[in-house]
């Protein structure tokens, strides 16, 4: 059962570059959500999905783009990096019924130089 | 807004011990409470869930309660060994939804010495 899983697991891009972190769970959940992790700043939500063709926004959703055409995919889109979103990104996901644990993948560490 | 503080934000205890970690929130209309584990490096393992009508909820050495009307939980760890070390968090759902979005502590960095 490999539960949630993230890749790549590490990048570096320079300023201005794009690109996709990727998001994909084979538990059948309705929920997906990405968060980023930052020393002194805990972890917030960027943007969630209650379910396949639903997005919605977060807490921190500037500069990043989502999309969930499958039940299983939830991609993260960078559309243009800056320093600031040098972080550490999760992706999680849950049933869709009240009371649910939520599962984390192993997250992406970014690096914007 | 929801605010989530865990204190102490870290803590060293010699092997064997038995241990308390705190977690506060402002905004008591929470349908349940989660409180997670993270290693380094690695993402974050959920320990247990509180409902909004639980008390307590226990799993092996671990024991969780949760006090709505004061905005408290707590995690009780019984006989801490070594590999109790990691990083706890505890994270409460958005006003008034069940759990797809959550807001966390910044989390107890737990150390427990041979």
């Known amino acids: 059962n490999a539960g949630v899983t993230q890749t790549p697991k590490f990048q570096v891009l320079k300023t201005g570059q794009s690109m996709t972190l990727q998001c994909a769970q084979d538990?059948?959940?309705?929920?997906m959500s990405w968060y980023r992790q930052d020393p002194g700043m805990g972890l917030r939500l960027i943007h969630y999905?209650?379910?396949?063709?639903?997005?919605d926004q977060g807490e921190v959703p500037n500069g990043y783009n989502v999309s969930r055409s499958t039940t299983e995919d939830f991609p993260l889109r960078l559309l243009s990096a800056a320093p600031s979103q040098t972080s550490v990104y999760f992706c999680?996901?849950?049933?869709?019924?009240?009371?649910?644990?939520?599962?984390f993948g192993d997250g992406t560490r970014l690096s914007i130089l | 807004k929801q605010e989530v503080t865990q204190i102490p934000a870290a803590l060293s205890v010699p092997e064997g011990e038995n241990l308390v970690l705190n977690c506060s929130f402002t905004?008591?209309?929470?349908?349940?409470l989660q409180w997670f584990r993270q290693d380094p490096g690695k993402g974050l393992t959920s320990l247990l869930l509180?409902?909004?009508?639980?008390r307590e909820q226990t799993s092996g050495r671990l024991n969780a309660s949760l006090d709505k009307s004061s905005g408290r939980s707590t995690l009780y760890i019984a006989a801490s060994q070594p590999g109790d070390s990691a990083t706890y968090l505890c994270?409460?759902?958005?006003?008034?939804?069940?759990?797809?979005?959550?807001?966390f502590g910044e989390g107890t960095q737990l150390t427990v010495n041979p």
């Open positions: 905004d008591s209309a929470i349908y349940n």
């Open positions: 538990m059948n959940h309705e929920y």
């Open positions: 999680a996901s849950s049933r869709g019924s009240s009371n649910q644990p939520q599962h």
């Open positions: 509180i409902q909004s009508s639980q």
């Open positions: 994270a409460v759902p958005w006003r008034e939804t069940s759990g797809s979005r959550l807001t």
């Open positions: 999905s209650v379910g396949a063709g639903i997005t």
